[in-house]
Structure formats: C-alpha cells, structure tokens
C-alpha cells in the first residue's frame, strides 16, 4: 500500500503504554504529544477532541501505526484512517509479526542519519533492531522496559516497595532497599545496553545508534554519568517513528 499524505495529516503511534501523536503540516512534523489510551467508541468522521491538542482539525487524515491489537480496532472506526503494516516498511528481511514501531523506528533512523543504524526504544519494552548499510534487517532482542522492572518487583514480591527511577545515576552499592533495587535496575540495563552497543560496532563500526521511546533521555543521561567517552555516538531522538511514517 501506498501511503499519500495530504497537506495537513495525524500520525498516531499505539504504544503499549501511551498514544504518541503526531501532527504534519507542509511536510513537517509541525506537533508531536502523548496520550493515555482512548478507550470510548470512535465516532467514523470525527476524532475524540481528547485525544488532540488545541486548534488541530479534529477530521484530518489519519494513519496508525500499532502493536496493541485491541486499539487498532478501536481506531478502525475512524473512515479516514490507513493502518500501516510491516510489509509497507522498505527494509529487507524483516519477519512478519514484528513490531511495526520497531520497523519503522529503524527505517525512520536510517532515512534521517544513514544505515547502518541500531535502534534503542526504552518504551513499555526496550528494544533492540539493527539494520545493516544495504537496509537489511539483522538482528534485534527484546527485554522489559524500565518502569516495568521497577513495576515487576514490587507487583511480584510482597517486600519490596515501588519506586520510582532516579533522574541521576545512584549509588551502586546500596545500603537500604530502594536505593538496592534502583542500583539493580538501573546498572544491569546500562551495562546491558552497553554490550550489545559494543557487540554491534564490532561487525558495523560505522553505525548510528539511536536512543528513542518515553525514558531515552533518562537512560542517555546515566549513560553520559556513566561514561561520556564511550557513549559519545549515541543520539537521542523521540521522532523516529514520525521520520518512519512520514517516508513512507
Ligand atoms: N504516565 C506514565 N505512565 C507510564 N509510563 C510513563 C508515564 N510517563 C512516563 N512514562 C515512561 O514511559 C515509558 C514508556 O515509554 P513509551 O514510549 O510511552 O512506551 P510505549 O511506546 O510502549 O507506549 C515507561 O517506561 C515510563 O518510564
Ligand atoms: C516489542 C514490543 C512489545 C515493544 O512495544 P512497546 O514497548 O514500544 O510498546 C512491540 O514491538 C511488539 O509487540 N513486537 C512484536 C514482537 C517482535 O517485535 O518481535
Ligand atoms: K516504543
């Protein structure tokens, strides 16, 4: 399917923790916002006022990118609305119940800094795609995103408290228990991260790296705290899968 956009059109990104919105004008992602979930019926010629912000045309052209099944339903309704699908993303090799945001996250990093790339989304998941210079998927691994390491010890094991993730690094070796499960968190994730950065450079030594997905500044800034020499290819950029959508 081909994608054609006119001159003002919505992105919308389900996520399996928020709606990311964006909003194109002449070709520029003119607005970008967050949203909870909608979970009331859509109407067919009009979108839930919501859901958008402020004077944007509640009937514009839609086109949603999914990996939460029951929402793409939802957002079916809506008659003006085109859903994408992995076999719409031109990258090689990908298989096909991938995750369309991972798709289009590594298409939408590859057209604006060049393949090879690697992308890091810290969403509800942290996620791993790599793509090679002839736009050929290799590779990729998926592990629990941030909030839901912290959310799983404290669901799962009666004594241990929720807490709530530090804006800077904290100490390693922690004398109480939150201060324990941030320190356990927060380092497995950022030397875990760190490996797999290390394992890709060795076979593409000239790849992007792209952190994007709701706590990528966080975990660029303890990875700065961390070890600014080693990170300093890393980029951080929230609009990957806008880039994605938008070339397509
Ligand atoms: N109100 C919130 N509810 C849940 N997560 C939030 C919220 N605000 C920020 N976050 C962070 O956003 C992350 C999810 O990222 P996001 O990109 O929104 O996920 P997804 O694309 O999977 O919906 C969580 O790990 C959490 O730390
Ligand atoms: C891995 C994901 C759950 C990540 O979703 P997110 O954290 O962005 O909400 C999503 O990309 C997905 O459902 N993928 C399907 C399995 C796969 O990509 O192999
Ligand atoms: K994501």
């Known amino acids: 399917m081909t994608f054609t956009k006119s001159i003002e059109w919505l992105a919308l990104v389900i996520g399996n923790s928020h709606l990311h919105w964006g909003y194109f004008k002449n070709g520029f992602l003119h607005s970008c916002w967050d949203t909870h979930y909608y979970n009331k019926p859509i109407n067919n010629l009009i979108l839930p006022s919501e859901v958008l912000l402020a004077n944007i045309p509640n009937t514009l052209p839609l086109i ?16 003006n609305v085109n859903i994408i699908e992995i076999s719409d993303i031109p990258i ?12 289009l996250a590594v298409f939408g990093a590859g057209i604006t800094y060049s393949f090879p790339c690697l992308v890091i989304d810290a969403g509800t998941a942290l996620t791993f795609t790599g793509v090679d210079q002839h736009s050929t998927f290799i590779g990729g691994a998926i592990l629990p ?39 356990g968190i927060i380092y497995t994730i950022v030397s875990g991260i760190k490996t797999f950065i290390d394992n890709w450079l060795i076979s593409y030594p000239r790849s992007h790296i792209i952190l994007t997905g709701g706590d990528s500044i966080i975990l660029y800034n303890y990875f700065i705290e961390t070890d ?10 929230r609009n990957l899968i806008f880039w994605g959508i938008k070339s397509i």
């Open 145 to 183: 995103g941030l909030k839901l390491q912290f959310d799983s010890l404290s669901n799962k094991i009666q004594t241990l408290p929720n807490v709530d993730f530090p804006k800077r690094l904290p100490c390693q070796w922690s004398g109480n228990t939150m201060e324990a499960i941030k320190s």
């Open 228 to 237: 600014s020499n080693n990170f300093r290819k890393l980029k951080v950029d």
């Open 64 to 79: 949603v990118a999914s990996v939460v099944p029951e929402q793409t339903a939802m957002w079916r309704e809506y008659s």
């Open 92 to 103: 090689n090799n990908l298989y096909f119940n991938m995750g369309i945001d991972r798709a």
